[in-house]
Each structure stands twice: as structure tokens, then as C-alpha cells.
């Protein structure tokens, strides 16, 4: 049974750093394409990072350039390093893997999902 879940979230304050990871069960992070998406009160949900089997990236234009996301075969996860955090992106964040063949930043393209990982940025 494919199960994804997150951790890594904290409070920090802007222009800081976090890494989230999200460790899959029963679903190899290496053969598959998966997704960080977050969520912000009051806001729909939003597609963060997609990444392919390889390391072929997709960002949405906000967090080009300072977020990061990577897969550790070894242990099995995919991970979002996130620099110079701003106060918009504080955000439930979500694990997301997908059973299609492109990268997609769409939440109906992904199958299963984390619990979610809190980020909270303070200015």
C-alpha cells in the first residue's frame, strides 16, 4: 500500500531555510513522477515542484530559483530545499505521487498524497 509522509516543516523567519522530505512506502521514488504542492488558509491549493524519474524539474514561477527539489534513492524520499523563504510561502505543505508521464503541477494528475508538513515564514 503506497504511503507518503512529509516532515521538516517548522516556523522560521524570512529569508531563512528549511528542507522538507517526504518518505514513500510501498511506491519507488526512482520509477515514478511526484510533486510538492501546498496549501495556504484561505487559498487553493497550489503546485510547488514536480519532478520525473530523472531529474527533470518543473516550478511554479514563484519559488524559481529558491527552491530545490530532489529525490534520495537510498532512502527512498523526495525532498524540497527551500532558501530564502519569504512570508508568502508559509503554506501546508503536501507530498504528492503520480501514476502520469509528465510533469504536471495539477493536483488531479497525482494519485496520492501525504498528510502534509506545516511551513510557517514570519517577517
Known amino acids: 500500500q503506497l504511503q507518503l509522509v512529509e516532515s521538516g516543516g517548522d516556523s522560521v523567519q524570512a529569508g531563512g531555510s528549511l528542507r522538507l522530505s517526504c518518505v514513500a512506502s510501498g511506491y519507488s521514488v526512482r520509477t515514478n513522477y511526484m510533486a510538492w504542492f501546498r496549501r495556504a488558509p484561505g487559498k487553493e491549493r497550489e503546485g510547488v515542484a514536480a519532478?520525473?524519474?530523472?531529474?527533470?524539474?518543473r516550478y511554479t514561477d514563484s519559488v524559481k530559483g529558491r527552491f530545490t527539489s530532489s529525490k534520495d534513492y537510498a532512502k527512498n524520499t523526495l525532498d524540497l530545499q527551500m532558501n530564502s523563504l519569504k512570508p508568502d510561502d508559509t503554506a501546508m505543505y503536501y507530498c504528492?505521487?503520480?501514476?502520469?508521464?509528465?510533469?504536471?503541477?495539477?493536483?488531479?494528475?497525482?494519485?496520492?498524497w501525504g498528510q502534509g508538513t506545516q511551513v510557517t515564514v514570519s517577517s
Open positions: 504528492a505521487a503520480s501514476t502520469r508521464r509528465y510533469l504536471s503541477l495539477t493536483d488531479s494528475d497525482y494519485s496520492h
Open positions: 519532478i520525473d524519474k530523472g531529474v527533470a524539474t
